[in-house]
């Protein structure tokens, strides 16, 4: 949804540049305020959709079981940063949907906060392998357990 919103907002900005470029502009006057308040109203739906619907949520994805025993298992990663704080969070919650009559439910959810100077080095460059091992010990509670 947010791609999409993004989309228009870049095509209503296209559209208004591609006008005046060809028709000198107190010609093109009013296609360009429809234009801008396309893009103005656009970017401000996309601006509330990831503060209200979207909040904190950085990644959604579906595990699929190749057997097709178990239903799909469903992931959900979200982040906090707060101001002034130097504390990351980054929180997975697993799922799995059974069928509503089956009343079953598998739902769990991992958290880590720690520094987030911990994944740079002295030098100030990303530590990808310490980051990498962090999010191994944070999904292998639950992710890998199950295969």
Known sequence: MKLLLGYGSVLFAGAGALYSYVVPFPACKPLLAVCVAGYFILSTAMWYY??????DVIFQGKL???????????LSASSTLPKHSDLYSLK??????????S???KDSTTEISKSIGSWFDVSGRFAADVFHADLIKLAGNDLFKEK
Do not use: A, N
């Open 103 to 105: 009343g079953k439910s």
């Open 64 to 74: 699929k079981d190749k057997l097709g025993i178990q239903p799909d298992l469903i």
């Open 50 to 55: 990831g503060l209200y619907v979207q909040k």
């Open 92 to 101: 997975l919650e697993f799922s799995r949907q059974y069928p509503k009559k």
